[in-house]
């Protein structure tokens, strides 16, 4: 828990649009540059024990210029490559802990950062404290590598897709909603509150043993109903809307969570979730930053839920026939292997018959 929520705390104070970075046109250099580093220790998984270290350093070490000197685009970029180690190494961790209960990191990460917003010191020092905390995973951490390849997990694949379409409404989100919001609220930051809800429920779905993908249906529902509410002409709608969508995204980012977590090879399988995430947001982010209009917004958010929906009655579909093709295919095998067992009985008894008038036939009638 404690690698999750060092990641989700330096990550929402920081780089994702947090209250630390200084222009939200940063936002997408940082996407780049964590959709490249992920991408590669996808493809290059042996790299990643390698230079972890030495990558988690040079986080820290950005983390803690970036204030002070110049070329912010450049730097920023330079983090969100190197970042690519900590992420994973978060995701690796759940893994290791062999317990859901670490998931909870979500809510405390986000919770550490709503308390690094209001402590009463400067900026340059809670830079600093957020370069500590990248150097904790540095601390007597320890992977394997000995993991089979995902390459051919077409499941994992089938729901990265949706889960892609769903997290173009977080680029929404970053690019037009959150700005709309902190705009026009004193309050911004009550948002959070829906998230941690959110999170602590998903939890709750897994301790109680129902199906997870209510988790999933819970996160589409607070999507439809915020599109929903946010098309009423009033403020107190629109701030209610942000705060389902948030809600949403806990619901979403625990659900992510819990599909790569089952995977057997957890540093391919969080590197190439969390950069389909990541591509994800970043072109939802620019969709909104050049038309951050409501109407539009609320437009493309509503295309993006049903082409979810669309995609979801599809895979089912899918699913449908392949069992059914299944079913009938075990029915023809049943049918011929009953039809093969008939046929053996038979020819038992036929030799059982002739057994037994073998032995009741004298034996000077047998010659």
């Known amino acids: 828990m404690l690698l999750l929520s060092a990641f989700v705390f330096w990550l929402i104070s920081f780089p994702m649009a947090g209250f630390l970075l200084s222009d939200p046109i940063l936002l997408p250099y940082f996407l780049i540059g964590h959709i490249t580093g992920l991408f ?6 042996h790299l990643f024990k390698i230079a972890y270290p030495y990558f988690l350093a040079l986080t820290s070490l950005l983390t803690f210029l970036l204030p002070f000197t110049g070329f912010a685009e450049i730097k920023i970029t330079f983090i969100g490559f190197f970042s690519a180690f900590f992420a994973v190494i978060a995701g690796v961790s759940l893994k290791s802990a062999g ?28 830079f600093l404290v957020l370069s500590v905390v990248v150097l904790l995973p540095s601390i007597n951490y320890r992977t394997s590598l000995n993991y089979p390849p995902l390459l051919r997990d077409k499941f994992l694949l089938y729901i990265l897709s949706l889960l892609f379409l769903m997290y173009l409404i977080g680029g929404l989100m970053y690019g037009g909603f959150v700005r709309l919001l902190e705009e026009s609220s004193d309050l911004p930051w009550i948002k959070l509150a829906f998230y941690v809800i959110s999170v602590l429920a ?14 999933l ?10 599109f929903t509410i946010m098309h009423l002409d009033i403020k107190p709608a629109m701030y209610m809307g942000i ?26 399988a969080f590197a190439l979730g969390f950069s389909i995430v990541c591509l994800a947001i970043l072109m939802g982010y620019f969709v909104a930053f050049f038309g951050s209009v409501k109407d539009l917004l609320l437009a493309v958010g509503n295309l993006i839920l049903l082409s979810v929906l669309i995609y ?4 089912n579909f899918q699913r449908l026939s392949i069992k059914t093709s299944v079913h009938d295919s075990s029915k023809v095998e049943d049918l011929a292997s009953s039809e093969e067992d ?15 008038l073998n032995q009741n036939i ?3 009638k047998k010659s």
Not at 40 to 45: C, E, V
Not at 202 to 215: M, N
């Open 217 to 226: 249906l819970l996160s589409i529902i607070s999507f439809v109903f915020s």
């Open 362 to 364: 004298p034996e000077h």
């Open 202 to 215: 998903s939890y709750f779905i897994l301790i109680r043993k129902l199906p997870e993908e209510l988790i």
């Open 312 to 315: 979801i009655v599809v895979l």
């Open 99 to 126: 317990t859901q209960l670490t998931f909870l990191g979500l809510a405390l990460g986000n919770l550490s950062a709503l308390v690094l917003k209001f402590m009463p010191v400067s900026d340059n020092t809670k």
């Open 40 to 45: 590669t220790i996808y493809l290059l998984p």
């Open 342 to 356: 008939k046929e053996l009985q038979k020819k038992e008894l036929c030799r059982e018959f002739l057994s037994e």
């Open 243 to 268: 705060y389902l969508l948030e809600l949403g995204f806990g619901f979403l980012d625990f659900y992510l969570l819990l599909v790569l977590y089952k995977k057997e090879n957890p540093i391919q």
